[in-house]
């Protein structure tokens, strides 16, 4: 009965589920409850607390009439997926302030104006370097952020890289993702196991079993679990595999986050 607290509708640009749907996906699943998480990506500069994409009241307005009608058939938490950028180091937070969010994910999705998703990004440059490049740029918005309970799919670029993650591994990279990671332990911040990597082809989910594993040995105790689902079909993807992902690791519990406050449950 894994909770999934990473999914999409069409409050999200790049979504068109609707949360009924997903919902009720959920269900049939046999997850234990969801938490919605739609993107906010302030990609562009010239956005204001005005203007931003995402209609949080809209947002919220409809997810609480989905509460008020599964109340105590299923649970149903409000999240929100936040777009790290160091420019944002202000608005974010006044953002987060501003709502009354379950629980928040931080993400790299754009480097240095740049959106890995699209094959642009790495033109002109060594996979590896691209990669590195990405990796560095979370150290960059862990010195300027707070305003989040766990860092997504912390390895997200590989799922677009050139070659996957055909010649990446935690080993590669392991001085700037060990730095990460113990910054975010020291900061009382999580990780998710995303499953996302799996549906992508990767074979392992977002980050890679390793790098799990090294968050757990360095002293992190808060891991997430989340599909990134986009699509109803897309609920719990994988989910089968988790529990034993995290054990391998050396996890004995997962975390759901209610209120911005970590609920720890047993494995």
Not at 129 to 148: K, T
Not at 194 to 204: D, I, P, S
Request: aromatic fraction near 16%; glycine fraction near 8%.
């Amino acid at each position: 009965m894994l909770w999934d607290t990473h999914m999409h509708t069409h409050f999200s640009v790049d979504s068109e589920a609707d949360p009924l749907e997903m919902i009720q996906s959920s269900i049939r699943a046999g997850v234990g409850g969801i938490c919605f998480t739609e993107h906010l990506d302030l990609e562009d500069k010239h956005y204001t607390l005005e203007t931003y994409p995402l209609d949080i009241p809209a947002y919220f307005k409809e997810m609480q009439t989905f509460q008020a009608q599964f109340e105590d058939k299923f649970p149903i938490y409000i999240g929100v997926e936040i777009g790290l950028q160091t420019y944002l180091e202000h608005t974010l937070p006044e953002i987060m302030k501003q709502h009354p969010f379950d629980f928040v994910i931080g993400s790299s999705h754009w480097v240095n104006g740049e959106d890995p998703y699209y094959p642009e990004y790495f033109y002109g440059k060594v996979e590896d370097e691209a990669y590195r490049e990405y990796f560095e740029s979370i150290l960059e918005n862990l010195a300027v952020f707070d305003c989040f309970d766990v860092y997504g799919h912390l390895d997200y670029i590989v799922r677009y890289g050139p070659n996957k993650n055909q010649f990446y591994t935690y080993e590669k990279f392991a001085d700037v993702l060990d730095e990460i990671l113990r910054i975010l332990i020291q900061k009382g911040k999580g990780i998710e196991i995303n499953t996302g990597g799996f549906k992508y082809g990767l074979g392992h989910p977002n980050p890679t079993e390793a790098i799990l594993k090294r968050y757990r040995e360095l002293g992190g105790e808060i891991i997430t679990i989340g599909s990134d689902a986009h699509k109803p079909e897309h609920v719990a993807f994988d989910f089968g595999k988790v529990p034993q992902i995290l054990k391998d690791a050396g996890f004995d519990y997962y975390t759901v986050f209610s209120k911005r406050k970590p609920v720890f449950y047993k494995l």
